[in-house]
Nanobody, 123 residues
């Protein structure tokens, strides 16, 4: 079983940066597809970024501004968010997809979720 814990959220002004972290338990972290999703008030949860093997995936809305990375030795995943916009305001969740076939951009492809961390971008 895998347990995920996000951290690093907060309040930032537009144009600023934040770095989210996701700590994972378990021994097989390096085999998982890992993703970041977000959910704004009144909206559905949406894909942000994912890391699967040596491939990275990004939503169009964050390409060029957000960078996903992971440290398999530490069981950690990160999301560096630059040039933040008010529309990036949401609860950000990390997620693990432990079973093949992976669907890195699909909400339904992930079987384990963290509790979320709030990101608020003021204008």
């Amino acid at each position: 079983q895998v347990h995920l814990v996000e951290s690093g959220g907060g309040l930032v002004q537009a144009g600023g940066s934040l770095r989210l972290s996701c700590a994972a338990s378990g021994r097989a972290f390096n085999t998982y597809c890992m993703g970041w999703f977000r959910q704004a008030p009144g909206k559905e949860r949406e894909f942000v970024a994912a890391s699967s093997g040596d491939r990275l995936y990004y939503a169009d809305s964050v390409k060029g501004r957000f960078t996903i990375s992971r440290d398999n030795a530490l069981n950690m995943m990160y999301l560096q968010m630059n040039s933040l916009k008010p529309e990036d305001t949401a609860v950000y969740y990390c997620a693990a997809d432990r079973f093949l076939p992976f669907r890195p951009t699909a909400l339904g492809g992930y079987d384990t979720w963290g509790q979320g961390t709030q990101v608020t971008v003021s204008s």
